[in-house]
């Protein structure tokens, strides 16, 4: 992005603003928004032209009231101490004469992009409706790359692209982390559904030295190895994905694949259920109970595993954090990697990952290399698949030398 002369231009920014909002409407984190701080300070000390593009929520097309950026534009004024005109329009005149007018150093945001059906369905009428607002495309949303829409790929086709600050930082690590890794190499799965992870899996077995793996996307390949999983959460589709993994692992090419040792078990996923740890090597979870995190023995495995690591990439709890006897587990690995501190590359991503480490402390968070916000953008890239909005950055445009220059300063 610091190839592009952006002075006096109207640069189209795409940021990831799909924050939570709590039941009365307001927002209740804004790190979203606080992210997207640096490129866009970035742009405005150059004097661009600043026009924000995101979502909000899952419209499906339509306007819905509660979802419109309103909010979104007063809370970024807030944190970046100066105004953030919203609009009521993504696209047509009045969005076109609002871009027209505004001036160097200035920022507007539109409106939802969701609002519009040709957003999701990447319409190319509508991408060409976007791109006449501007003159050079900014996509600073790495948390949505993954996905080909209209504001990600059919815009940074029409004019010159570009990589954000924070979409770099985040292909940048996510590149170290998979393309070049110090080794060992170790990544942590976990999570409940296997079926969204098992492509990463596959593709991480074939780059890592070792793959742990946890949570309930757990309970299928250990039922899938002939464990008995009581009335644990598996995935049955997914069973003979599972068997394929468990085959890919017996094969001894690829990474070790390290299952759970023991498992925390109950009756009930409730604080007050009484907790039994069930040793999986010498008996199986009796039928009325589930796994509901790693046991003590694994905690033990998966941290001396950790300890000879050089790259760590955790994506996925171990257990059911939300609940504090089945949190143990999660916090201990979350602890165990941070303790790594600059030995190693350390990354952990997903929203529900990010939550986990929050509930292990503020000097667990800081013990990483790097926290991204991209889950389903992670995996992809975990996957080795392209990600077409991304890949144009370097055909449209200087995107390719925004990441390469941020991988060289690291």
Known sequence: MDKADVKGKRILVRVDYNVPLN????????????????????????????????HLGRPDGRVVEELRLDRVAERLSRLIHMPARKIDTSIGREAEEAAASLK?????????????????????????????????????????SHRSHASTLGVA???????????????????????????????????????????????????????????????????????????????????DCAKGILEKASRGSCARLVLPLDLSAATRAEA?????????????????MMSLDIGPETVKLFSSIIKKAKTVIWNGPVGMFEIDPFARGSIAIAKAIASLKVKALTIAGGGETIAALAKAGKKAEKGFTHISTGGGAMLTFLEG????????????????????NHQRQE
């Open 157 to 239: 086709r029409l004019l010159p692209g570009y990589a954000g600050l924070q979409l770099a930082r985040e292909v940048g690590f996510l590149s170290r982390a998979v393309e070049n890794p110090k080794r060992p190499l170790m990544v942590i799965m976990g999570g409940s559904k296997i079926s969204d992870k098992i492509k990463a899996i596959e593709h991480m077995m074939g780059i890592a030295d070792y793959v742990l793996l946890g949570g309930a996307l757990a309970n299928t390949v250990l039922k899938a190895a002939g464990k008995g999983v009581g009335k644990s959460l598996v995935e049955e589709s997914a069973i």
């Open 272 to 288: 007050d259920a009484e907790v039994k740890t069930i040793n999986l090597e010498t008996s199986s979870i009796p039928k009325g």
């Open 23 to 54: 039941k009365g409407g307001s927002i209740s984190n804004d790190e979203r928004i606080r992210e997207s701080l640096e490129t866009i300070r970035y742009l405005v000390k150059k004097k661009g032209r600043v026009i924000l593009i995101s």
């Open 104 to 144: 160097p150093g200035s920022i507007m945001m539109l409106e939802n992009i969701r609002f519009y059906p040709g957003e999701e369905e990447n319409d190319k009428a509508f991408s060409s409706g976007l791109a006449r607002l501007g003159d050079i495309y900014v996509n600073d949303a790495f948390s949505v």
């Open 385 to 404: 698949a392209e990600m077409p909005p991304i890949s144009i950055l370097s055909l449209t445009g200087k995107g390719e030398h925004d990441v390469d």
